[in-house]
């Protein structure tokens, strides 16, 4: 029932913003289109796709839609985002989720789009008794841009949805513009969560709803 809802409640959510400060390149802890093996849907999280050039005199009005993770620019974003996060972190370091493993009925996946092409991806992976923001990744041209702003607080709204009383995260200890982004809205440290253990390299974070 939880999840009817939040399907519903998630399509009135058209957050568009323009002109955020600060975002995100890449960290772990985005049409409506479900093929019938993806009925919906990172460790440290989340390929550029090629697009045109973004305009960087006048703020760029950003939707989140929610979208299947085998769409081809989505895809493109994910293969960036692992890349990045292979070249940053070690093995053992990562949990960033599959494309498969985003394509299963507890993950709802979003994007960010201008209208034309997808700048931005993340999800929210439905634990039961709380929220794990998943798969958060900015175009490296669309950085600045507000993106990473949008797709969180409309993960939050669709968390809030579905009746999760918390969200939880883990991201990298060096993804710093990460932390300054969950900060903005609300997140808090805590300590390791679910399967996660304590590392070095990790930080758990976590927003009550």
């Known amino acids: ?11 009135r959510i058209w957050a568009r913003y323009r002109g955020y400060p600060q975002d995100i390149a890449g960290f772990g802890g985005f049409a409506q289109i479900f093929p019938p093996d993806c009925p919906l849907d990172h460790p440290h999280g989340s390929a550029s796709h090629p697009t045109q050039n973004i ?3 006048r703020p ?12 081809p620019q989505a895809t493109a974003l994910l293969h960036a985002s692992h890349a990045l996060m292979q070249e940053l972190f070690n093995p ?13 009925p507890d993950i709802t996946f979003l994007a960010a789009s201008d209208g034309t092409q997808l700048l931005g ?13 998943k798969s958060m ?15 969180l607080s ?14 939880r995260l883990e991201t990298g200890d060096s993804l710093h513009a990460a932390h300054r982004l969950y900060a903005r809205h609300g997140f808090t440290t805590c300590t390791a969560f679910g399967d996660y253990v304590t ?8 927003k009550r709803l």
């Open 1 to 11: 029932m939880a999840q009817a809802q939040s399907q519903s409640g998630f399509n």
């Open 55 to 57: 305009d960087e005199s």
């Open 60 to 71: 760029m009005p950003i939707t989140v839609i929610q979208t299947d993770p085998r769409d």
């Open 92 to 104: 053992e370091e990562n949990h960033f989720l599959s494309i498969d493993q985003l394509c299963t």
């Open 121 to 133: 991806t993340g999800a929210l992976a439905n634990r039961g008794d709380y929220g794990e923001v």
């Open 137 to 151: 990744f900015t175009a490296p041209q669309a950085r600045g841009k507000g993106v990473a702003d949008a797709i």
């Open 154 to 167: 409309a993960l939050i709204e669709t968390a809030r949805a579905q009746s999760l009383p918390w969200l």
């Open 199 to 206: 590392m070095p390299t990790s930080v758990f974070m976590e």
